[in-house]
C-alpha cells in the first residue's frame, strides 16, 4: 500500500496544483497452481487557476504579458 500528497505553488497566487494518489496491490497464493491478485489505484488533482476560459489565451499569465506598461 503506498498514500503520496503533493502540494505545488504558482507564481501568482491563485495558481496551485494539489494531488492526491493511493494504491493498493493485494496477492494471494491459494494454491502452488493458482494464484489471484488485484491492483487498485484512486487519484485526484486539483488545478486552480492554470488557464481561465475557453481557451489558453485567457490565463492570469497570459493577460499579465498582454497588458500595457502603463
Not at 20 to 44: F, M
Request: charged share 15%.
Amino acid at each position: 500500500m503506498s498514500l503520496n500528497y503533493s502540494q505545488q505553488q504558482g507564481i501568482i497566487i491563485t495558481n496551485f496544483n494539489k494531488a492526491y494518489r493511493a494504491r493498493l496491490n493485494v496477492e494471494h497464493e491459494a494454491n502452488k497452481y493458482l494464484k489471484v491478485g488485484n491492483n487498485i489505484t484512486i487519484s485526484r488533482q486539483d488545478d486552480g487557476d492554470q488557464n481561465n476560459g475557453t481557451n489558453a489565451l485567457s490565463g492570469a499569465i497570459s493577460s499579465t504579458l498582454r497588458l500595457l506598461p502603463n
